[in-house]
């Protein structure tokens, strides 16, 4: 006769893991929700090629999410979540405002690695979104704006980038720059590495005072 409090825990077992599988379910959910968006845009993705990708019924998704476009709510916050996180991570550490401009650049076009989908999702078809939603996606938005800004007022205070340079404005022409990777990365040879390269050479060149550019 097995022992009863062995008994008890093999019965509790399938509820732990059931709970961790409806996470990892959710997550697939999400990637292929991000994968239909970004192939075929918002007003031409259903949730029927959501489910075709998951091999569900279309009725199933609605454990999940309510509708499309609670789905591409779902898919554009993970993508400025993920983008803010990073941002912050790297402001409030240690190293010049250079060494941070490279590095949020680096952060900024690395997720086309494997998060591409997110991030084209994000940056072309959140307009689509209701504008409550919108609004809550702007909040984020503008905390990576501010982010960088913050960065970039700390380089001209260090005399590391030049006294004439205006963050808010070299801010928005940053990310117009590092933003319009998504739309022809992939279809140029160049690696993610080497684009990243140089586009950090751009952003500091551009932003480097003289007693920087003499280093």
């Known amino acids: 006769m097995p ?48 489910a075709d990708l998951l091999g569900i019924r279309q009725a199933s998704l609605y454990y999940y ?24 991570a790297i402001a409030s550490g240690t190293g010049s405002a250079a060494e ?11 997720p086309l690695l494997d998060t591409a989908d997110y991030v084209r ?5 959140r307009q689509y979104l209701p504008h409550a939603s919108r609004r809550r996606i702007a909040k984020w ?19 590391e980038f030049r006294p004439d340079v205006d963050p808010r404005l070299a801010t928005l022409a940053l990310l117009g720059m590092l933003n319009a990777v998504s739309a022809w990365y992939g279809k140029e040879s160049t690696s993610l590495e080497r684009i990243s390269a140089e586009y950090v050479g751009l952003a500091i060149s551009a932003l480097a005072g003289p007693k920087a550019r003499g280093r």
């Open 141 to 159: 938005s503008r905390g990576i704006e501010r982010v960088i800004a913050a960065v970039i007022k700390d380089g001209v205070r260090r005399g």
């Open 3 to 50: 022992d009863r409090a062995a008994t008890q825990q093999t019965n509790k077992a399938p509820v732990r893991r059931k709970g961790a599988g409806r996470h990892r379910r959710s997550g697939e959910i999400l990637d292929a929700a991000a994968r239909v968006f970004a192939q075929h845009g918002y007003h031409g993705a259903t949730t029927q090629q959501i």
């Open 121 to 125: 999702v994000f940056l072309n078809e």
């Open 100 to 110: 941070k401009i490279a590095a949020l650049v680096r952060a900024h076009l690395m």
């Open 65 to 88: 999410f309510p509708s499309k476009e609670v789905a591409l709510e779902l898919v554009c916050m993970q993508g400025v979540e993920d983008f803010h996180e990073r941002a912050r």
